[in-house]
């Protein structure tokens, strides 16, 4: 069966397609500044019949008339009915020329009697050409002063051009990515598609950080999600800036459930308070082999290391300043999780020393209040954090929405940004947090939400 596009040009630089008995939504199409609509057009067609390897049947609707046209893998145009055709993107580097008789059809397209844009490319290549075989006789006749350590003009026109490959890549969501997976397309997402945000997200996550990097998650409330955000958190950066770059620090208090929300449970003996014991004594001294038996791996390549489950007395301000020193000689980035008392000797370290705080706040009136408090606490301990601090709004059961106004309004007016995050079931249930088992939506959150903290914690004085 031959493929039928059917395409009605919308304005003078856009038009609509749409793949006849294909269950897809219609596919926007716009000129850009180097071709005009109808060459896009017929570039669209070509690709369909290139990718099926058959002829593709095109109606073509502009204002007044109506064309039908069918296009070869080969890029060659026939019409089925008398009309101006599109203008075929040929090999020939000389254009053919227009009819004189053929009037300039009506409607908001203009296709007879203009350049193919994509044939203007030639002329720049030509014009810098010119320049440079001029250059060479007067090379020749005048010797540079300085040979030996003057400048080379010439180097930088030889550099490779650079790349952008998320803007390169063919879709994978949306509509698009839906074409691409139904007939073998390789288009590119829109610029401002979810997909290219998220695209830039990853890259950001991938970017340069400040040397001991930390990021503290923190609320004197409990349950309100410090602990799997953490964890999701560091899988998350894991994830897109690489494996063995991020710890996930357990600071909270004797008998918190971080050991049992990390995807793989540490082993006995793998845990803070046996890595001080061990090696505390020199901390510029561990080598990465030995480090791992105190840390656990986890699925997408974050390391995690238990709190003190078992030990006699929670960590002091200076046992987290030593395990900060050790883990930060490994790893890019430490995420940080938080007790629930201001008091806590490494409550106070994770604050001092971190670049970007986040604080959980589920949709409820006493997390919210407890929110405020924990922004006060922080400001006493180091004001300037503020600034560098993310409140993150969190769905779930038993939410009030009336409270959402009042504490976006009460956490803005102290200079903290808020965002918002989709309610998520592993965090409420209290299962162990797997990345690949949680929500898209979810996983795309954590994304940007990385991508901001990254790009807040980039910019802090340490």
Same mark, same amino acid.
Request: proline letters at 10%.
């Given at each position: 069966?031959?493929?039928?596009?059917?395409?009605?040009?919308?304005?003078?630089?856009?038009?609509?397609?749409?793949?006849?008995?294909?269950?897809?939504?219609?596919?926007?199409?716009?000129?850009?500044?180097?071709?005009?609509?109808?060459?896009?057009?017929?570039?669209?067609?070509?690709?369909?019949?290139?990718?099926?390897?058959?002829?593709?049947?095109?109606?073509?609707?502009?204002?007044?008339?109506?064309?039908?046209?069918?296009?070869?893998?080969?890029?060659?145009?026939?019409?089925?009915?008398? $009309?101006?055709?599109?203008?075929?993107?040929?090999?020939?580097?000389?254009?053919?020329?227009?009819?004189?008789?053929?009037?300039?059809?009506?409607?908001?397209?203009?296709?007879?009697?203009? $350049?193919?844009?994509?044939?203007?490319?030639?002329?720049?290549?030509?014009?810098?050409?010119?320049?440079?075989?001029?250059?060479?006789?007067?090379?020749?006749?005048?010797?540079?002063?300085?040979?030996?350590?003057?400048?080379?003009?010439?180097?930088?026109?030889?550099?490779?051009?650079?790349?952008?490959?998320?803007?390169?890549?063919?879709?994978?969501?949306?509509?698009?990515?839906?074409?691409?997976?139904?007939?073998?397309?390789?288009?590119?997402?829109?610029?401002?598609?979810?997909?290219?945000?998220?695209?830039?997200?990853?890259?950001?996550?991938?970017?340069?950080?400040?040397? $001991?990097?930390?990021?503290?998650?923190?609320?004197?409330?409990?349950?309100?999600?410090?602990?799997?955000?953490?964890?999701?958190?560091?899988?998350?950066?894991?994830?897109?800036?690489?494996?063995?770059?991020?710890?996930?620090?357990?600071?909270?208090?004797?008998?918190?459930?971080?050991?049992?929300?990390?995807?793989?449970?540490? +082993?006995?003996?793998?845990? +803070?308070?046996?890595?001080?014991?061990?090696?505390?004594?020199?901390?510029?001294?561990?080598?990465?082999?030995?480090?791992?038996?105190?840390?656990?791996?986890?699925?997408?390549? $974050?390391?995690?290391?238990?709190?003190?489950?078992?030990?006699?007395?929670?960590?002091?301000?200076?046992?987290?300043?030593?395990?900060?020193?050790?883990?930060?000689?490994?790893?890019?980035?430490?995420?940080?999780?938080?007790?629930?008392?201001?008091?806590?000797?490494?409550?106070?370290?994770?604050?001092?020393?971190?670049?970007?705080?986040?604080?959980?706040?589920?949709?409820?009136?006493?997390?919210?209040?407890?929110?405020?408090?924990?922004?006060?606490?922080?400001?006493?301990?180091?004001?300037?954090?503020?600034?560098?601090?993310?409140?993150?709004?969190?769905?779930?059961?038993?939410?009030?929405?009336?409270?959402?106004?009042?504490?976006?309004?009460?956490?803005?007016?102290?200079?903290?940004?808020?965002?918002?995050?989709?309610?998520?079931?592993?965090?409420?249930?209290?299962?162990?947090?797997?990345?690949?088992?949680?929500?898209?939506?979810?996983?795309?959150?954590?994304?940007?939400?990385? +991508?901001?903290?990254?790009?807040?914690?980039?910019?802090?004085?340490?």
């Amino acid at each position: 069966m031959t493929p039928t596009v059917e395409i009605e040009a919308t304005s003078a630089t856009t038009a609509r397609a749409q793949l006849a008995g294909a269950a897809v939504p219609p596919m926007e199409l716009a000129a850009t500044e180097f071709k005009n609509l109808a060459v896009v057009v017929h570039e669209f067609v070509r690709t369909i019949a290139v990718k099926q390897q058959a002829a593709v049947e095109v109606v073509y609707r502009t204002g007044k008339d109506t064309r039908f046209l069918t296009v070869g893998p080969d890029g060659k145009l026939t019409e089925n009915a008398p $009309s101006v055709p599109i203008p075929v993107a040929v090999a020939d580097p000389e254009p053919a020329p227009a009819e004189p008789g053929s009037p300039a059809p009506a409607g908001p397209v203009t296709v007879a009697a203009e $350049s193919i844009p994509y044939e203007a490319p030639a002329q720049p290549v030509q014009a810098t050409a010119r320049p440079a075989r001029a250059a060479t006789p007067t090379a020749r006749s005048v010797r540079p002063t300085d040979a030996a350590t003057g400048p080379i003009g010439a180097l930088p026109a030889l550099s490779a051009p650079g790349v952008n490959p998320a803007a390169n890549l063919p879709a994978r969501i949306g509509m698009r990515g839906r074409l691409n997976a139904m007939l073998g397309l390789a288009l590119a997402p829109k610029a401002d598609s979810l997909e290219m945000r998220l695209r830039d997200a990853q890259a950001t996550i991938a970017g340069p950080l400040p040397e $001991s990097a930390v990021i503290t998650f923190v609320n004197l409330k409990g349950g309100v999600g410090k602990t799997p955000m953490s964890i999701a958190l560091a899988e998350t950066i894991a994830e897109y800036r690489g494996p063995a770059t991020a710890a996930c620090l357990d600071l909270g208090e004797i008998g918190g459930s971080f050991s049992d929300r990390v995807a793989v449970p540490p +082993a006995a003996g793998h845990d +803070a308070v046996s890595l001080l014991a061990d090696l505390g004594q020199a901390p510029h001294q561990v080598r990465p082999s030995t480090l791992a038996r105190y840390l656990t791996r986890q699925p997408n390549g $974050s390391y995690a290391l238990a709190g003190p489950a078992g030990a006699e007395a929670p960590l002091s301000f200076d046992d987290a300043a030593t395990l900060g020193a050790i883990l930060e000689r490994h790893y890019d980035l430490m995420l940080a999780d938080t007790g629930n008392s201001s008091h806590s000797g490494s409550w106070r370290w994770a604050i001092t020393a971190a670049h970007t705080v986040v604080v959980p706040v589920p949709l409820r009136r006493d997390a919210a209040v407890a929110a405020q408090r924990t922004l006060t606490a922080i400001s006493a301990v180091r004001p300037d954090v503020l600034a560098r601090t993310v409140v993150v709004i969190t769905d779930g059961p038993g939410d009030a929405p009336m409270v959402e106004t009042e504490a976006v309004e009460a956490f803005t007016a102290l200079g903290v940004s808020v965002c918002r995050m989709p309610f998520e079931p592993a965090f409420a249930s209290g299962e162990r947090i797997v990345l690949s088992q949680l929500r898209r939506e979810t996983c795309d959150a954590l994304t940007v939400l990385a +991508a901001t903290v990254t790009r807040i914690g980039s910019g802090a004085a340490g």
